[in-house]
């Protein structure tokens, strides 16, 4: 039976259709230099041309290929570090796949000569099929590994093979190929027509249904559906298994071998591998995931601004292009009813040794579990999220790119969700953690900052270069109040024709909430502003919440300050603020102002980090000093007493936060998941 190639003006490896007659008795494709020889095998049954005895012979076929069954076993295990399946085509008499077995790959493989069969099931105990793949009809995505030693230039459609290869290998799944070298077989053959080898009887010449040069192994295996395509020469067998070398004998041939790809292997040097003259060569090659897969990595899930951000990522970039992988580490017991994203996650990884404090013992961990986690899912991007899980995160991509060729085209990009130069601790854990961003910053490919301002701030300290940055502001989306603001109001006893002055934060150090009721104190204190119909309200709870409530009752305001505790219905209750105040020592960006924005509300906010980028002084809101009560209830006291006023900047701040650019609102969810896809897409080339 004729080839398909043969019959087909086409080739198979490139699609190219400029192809002319080459001995021995076949064409040879002008393009990509793949040869179809015109005795194709039979379409249901490959056989190899010629078939040595030495074939038959399980003895001389493992001495002669233990050792490259070992050398590709650990290019393997590198490249997939967690095993899985792996299915060997053509895998004769099942030393491979029993080698494979002992390393911890779960093993089957497809055999069709009978004493191979008997040898690897009888004496082996190995699973093998004895049919052509083609007509095996495997499941779908079922495999993590595909080997195929020998056998591909002897089938009578490599290409149909090698798709169904693709179709049974999972997104991400390995394909190692060993196969005859055309160019050095062209040549050999070449050479033995001469007189000398004819007289020498050495037959120096392999050539079966197909002949494949690197060019053309690339071709083929580019259209079958695989990338991250890596194609060398290949070790020579031991010793004269094939019985070649004629009067020569077969140590002449063993040492002219080893010999030979010295010499093939500096011509590889020497060209940067564009020129393989060895007489076999090898490919590694990974299918195509049709989505990126995203590794995101973050230290803890709560109700902070960098989780909600990271939850609207991971449920709203395009399915059909990404896949998203959450990791994330031991959140505290207030936080431990939030719930992962599950929906929106192809898989959801808890890493309780990933901690937010310093710990030697625990970060060693977490970082030892992070390379392999990385190594196992092989993204196409890690992307990290805040300072503690970045840092680890990013050394532990940079590592697994080290140890894992799979992973080189790996990108990684970090978010920190606004920088801790200040704030947040003492001078020491800032500047050590201050030096490892800069460390990190240099394995980084993209830095992300919420605003100009953070960005600013960070290149400022000498983290990274201008050009690794870009900004994409969290996504925050208007959430319509669900209660009238009179019913709000009566839940919390405010007064009627009060005037309510509010905050939400975490009841932690950096929000500065303790700022906020000293300059409640002060305004309460105040005779001349008409203090006694404002009412002060603190959504929100966290570590300094009983410490916040001393200093009201302390100050003698326990009675004017409400705290409301952690909330649900945020929305309602900012919609009953007649002015908004964000006393932050450090905001990235500041995601409850958005939200007051959205419902415009006047606001008064510190000066510090991303703030001035949503909040422009005497525009859109008014902006006093950090810590600094007397600041805060000087710029109240302003818009209490000028209700007008107050109103221009509270339109003033609504109409900045939803202008449309880029995709949506300014500030919105769909902006932000628009920058993010698209700097995805720019860093994995796929535009």
């Known amino acids: 039976m004729k080839s398909p190639e043969l019959n087909n003006p086409v080739c198979a490896a490139c699609g190219g259709n400029t192809r002319r007659a080459e001995r021995p008795d076949g064409l040879v494709c002008g393009d990509c230099g793949l040869f179809a020889s015109s005795s194709a095998a039979s379409s249901s049954r490959p056989a190899k041309q010629p078939a040595p005895q030495s074939e038959n012979n399980e003895k001389v076929y493992l001495h002669s290929k233990k050792n490259l069954f070992a050398r590709a076993l650990k290019k393997m295990n590198a490249l997939a570090p967690s095993r899985g399946r792996l299915l060997d085509v053509g895998c004769g008499f099942g030393y491979f796949i029993k080698a494979a077995a002992t390393d911890g790959w779960t093993c089957e493989g497809i055999e069709i000569s009978h004493a191979a069969i008997e040898h690897a099931r009888g004496r082996l105990d190995l699973k093998i099929y004895d049919k052509p793949l083609t007509e095996l009809g495997l499941p779908s995505e ?71 040069s690197g060019a053309s192994l690339a071709a083929i295996l580019s259209r079958a559906g695989f990338e991250s395509i890596k194609i060398a020469n290949a070790r020579p067998t031991s010793g004269d298994p094939y019985g070649t070398g004629g009067r020569l004998g077969g140590l002449f041939v063993g040492v002219f071998k080893q010999v030979y790809y010295a010499i093939a292997q500096v011509v590889s040097a020497v060209t940067g591998g564009r020129i393989l003259v060895s007489s076999a060569i090898e490919a590694r090659a990974v299918k195509k995931n049709p989505r990126a897969k995203i590794l995101h990595i973050i230290t803890r899930l709560d109700m902070g601004g960098s989780s909600r951000a990271l939850r609207d990522i991971c449920a709203g970039l395009d399915p059909r292009k990404f896949e998203n992988v959450l990791l994330y580490g031991r959140t505290s017991e207030a936080d431990r009813n939030v719930a992962a994203p599950s929906g929106a996650c192809a898989k959801i990884i808890y890493l309780p040794q990933l901690i937010r404090e310093i710990s030697p013992l625990d970060d060693a961990l977490a970082f030892a579990d992070l390379v392999k986690i990385i190594l ?13 899980a970045g840092t680890l995160g990013r050394l532990a991509a940079f590592a697994a790119k080290i140890v894992s060729p799979a992973l080189k085209e790996t990108k990684i990009v970090h978010t920190p969700h606004g920088h801790i130069f200040y704030g947040y601790y003492g001078g020491l854990k800032t500047a050590f953690f201050t030096a490892a961003e800069r460390l990190t910053a240099f394995a980084t490919d993209c830095l992300a900052a919420l ?52 905050t939400v934060a975490r009841l932690e150090k950096v929000k500065g909430v303790e700022y906020f009721v000293r300059a409640a104190a002060r305004i309460v204190g105040d005779k001349s502003a008409n203090s006694g119909g404002i009412r002060f309200l603190v ?47 450090n905001e990235g960006m500041g995601r409850t102002i958005v939200e007051a924005m959205y419902l415009s509300k ?71 998941m628009y920058l993010h896809e698209k700097l995805y897409e720019k860093i994995i080339g796929n535009n």
């Open 451 to 502: 605003t100009e301002g953070e960005k600013n701030e960070s290149l400022a300290r000498g983290l990274g270069k201008a050009g690794q940055w870009t900004v994409i502001p969290s996504g925050v989306e208007a959430v319509e109040p669900s209660r009238s603001a009179p019913d709000v109001r009566k839940e919390l006893s405010v007064p009627d024709g009060a005037v309510v002055v509010g």
């Open 539 to 585: 959504v929100g709870d966290g570590s300094l919440r009983g410490a916040l409530e001393d200093i009201a009752s302390e100050l003698n305001v326990a009675d004017k300050i409400i705290f409301a505790g952690y909330r649900q219905d945020v929305s309602d209750l900012i919609n009953v603020m007649d002015i908004y105040v964000q006393p932050s020592l």
């Open 602 to 672: 006047p606001i008064v906010a510190t000066n510090v980090q991303g703030i001035p980028d949503l909040i422009s002084d005497g525009r859109t809101g008014l902006l006093v000093p950090p810590s600094d009560s007397e600041a805060i209830a000087d710029a109240v006291e302003k818009l209490v007493g000028d209700p007008s006023a107050a109103g221009r900047l509270g339109k003033a701040a609504y109409a900045y936060a939803t202008e449309e650019i880029e995709g949506g609102p300014r500030f919105g969810a769909r902006r932000m």
């Open 376 to 388: 196992r899912e092989r993204p196409r991007i890690v992307h990290t999220h805040s300072s503690k």
């Open 142 to 212: 079922s495999y993590n590994a595909v080997t195929m030693w020998g056998v591909l230039d002897v089938l009578p459609d490599p290409a149909a093979d090698l798709k169904e290869v693709a179709r049974i290998l999972q997104p991400g799944g390995i394909l190692f190929i060993r196969v005859n070298n055309f160019t050095y077989h062209r040549n050999a053959f070449r050479l033995a027509s001469t007189a000398i080898p004819r007289f020498l009887r050495v037959s120096p010449a392999v050539i079966h249904n197909y002949g494949f």
